[in-house]
């Protein structure tokens, strides 16, 4: 592996370290849970993908063919971490808002985050 190769997969390897560090930190010190859904979410994803990419950059610069795993991990990663955070935030708005503070939606239905049971439409 050349030198050049070496300091790219190391960068990755910091950046994804750093991306993670601030994610995980994020979590912990911000107040609000709709904020601290961004930080795993945003970051922490990132760091992960950086790490991912890295090891597959590396194995395939060392000749060791494709990294399927790492592929199939970053996909299945990206894929569902937006899912997952668009489903807690959901919970997190039916739980703590009040239907009646709510403006009307324009489309004479409720809001669909607030959508209790099948009935309401």
């Known amino acids: 592996m050349t030198a050049l190769a070496e300091w790219l997969v190391a960068a990755l390897l910091v950046m994804g370290g750093s991306f993670g560090l601030i994610g995980s930190y994020g979590l912990l010190k911000l107040k609000q849970p709709m904020q601290r859904l961004h930080a795993p979410t945003k970051a ?9 990419v890295a090891s597959a950059l590396g194995l395939a610069l060392l000749g060791q063919g494709t ?4 592929i199939l991990v970053s996909v299945f990663l990206f894929l569902t971490a937006p899912v997952s955070a668009l489903y807690l935030a959901k919970t997190h708005l039916l739980r703590t808002l009040d239907r009646r503070e709510l403006p009307p939606s324009g489309t004479g239905a ?8 099948p009935g309401d439409s």
């Open 44 to 52: 922490t994803t990132m760091g992960v993908g950086a790490a991912l």
């Open 67 to 70: 990294a399927w795993q790492e």
């Open 110 to 117: 409720p809001w669909a985050t607030l959508s209790r049971d």
